[in-house]
């Protein structure tokens, strides 16, 4: 069973940067897509960052210019630069991952991790 776990959430001041990670059980080169959504408390769950096979990246635009996403697949891991940190970042992220597309909706991806919590500041 594949299984996805992030890490590296914290709290952090406004202004400041942190990286998620996101460790795959298995091979991400595997994976056509990986992702990271984000839901913040009496908001929908986001899809704030996308890449796939080719290593093309998409960004939500609350999140363009500021966040980064990358993939290891030596180290078979996901990750998010995050800076210049925002309170409006604050969060639960959640990575995931498919084989065949990039999905809008996050309940399309068959594998997603539990989730890691982001707070910032001020």
């Known amino acids: 069973q594949v299984q996805l776990a992030e890490s590296g959430g914290g709290s952090v001041q406004a202004g400041g940067s942190l990286r998620l990670s996101c460790a795959s059980s298995?091979?991400?080169?595997?994976?056509?897509?990986m992702a990271w959504f984000r839901q913040a408390p009496g908001k929908e769950r986001e899809r704030i960052a996308t890449?796939?096979?080719?290593?093309?990246?998409m960004y939500a635009d609350s999140v363009k210019g500021r966040f980064t996403i990358s993939q290891d697949n030596a180290k078979n891991t996901l990750f998010l630069q995050m800076d210049s940190l925002e309170p409006e970042d604050t969060a639960m992220y959640y990575c995931?991952?498919?084989?065949?597309?990039?999905?809008?909706?996050?309940?399309?991806?068959?594998?997603r991790g539990q989730g890691t919590q982001v707070t910032v500041t001020l």
């Open positions: 298995t091979y991400t080169y595997t994976y056509y897509c």
């Open positions: 995931t991952a498919a084989e065949h597309n990039c999905y809008n909706n996050y309940r399309t991806y068959p594998y």
């Open positions: 890449i796939d096979r080719n290593s093309n990246t």
